[in-house]
């Protein structure tokens, strides 16, 4: 199977609202490897990688969140892969 990569930036109420964690289980439960970490600027930005369907699921999963998260908009930015196997929460 080929491999793809998005990274996105997730925009609106994402911090404090648990968003990388229920981040880092859905893509373990989708066997998405990456990471998600909270910017400065009060944005979320996650890379999500593996199978083209599991990454767009991933994708979709960053409109809306976890249940405490408000998203306004999602940048999606398509990446060369780098043939991660995690998923980890960076500071």
């Not at 767009?56 to 998260?69: D, I, K, Y």
Request: glycine fraction near 10%; charged fraction near 25%; proline fraction near 3%.
């Amino acid at each position: 199977m080929e491999r793809v990569r998005s990274r996105v930036i997730v925009h609106g109420v994402v911090q404090g609202v648990f968003f990388r964690d229920t981040c880092r289980r859905a893509a373990l439960g989708h066997g998405v490897a990456g990471w998600v970490r909270n910017l400065p600027d009060g944005t979320v930005e996650a890379v999500f990688e593996g199978e083209a369907d599991a990454v767009a699921l991933m994708t979709e999963w960053a409109h809306h969140g976890p249940s405490g998260a408000a998203v306004t908009r999602v940048e999606l930015h398509g990446e060369r892969p780098e043939s991660l196997e995690d998923f980890e929460i960076r500071d």
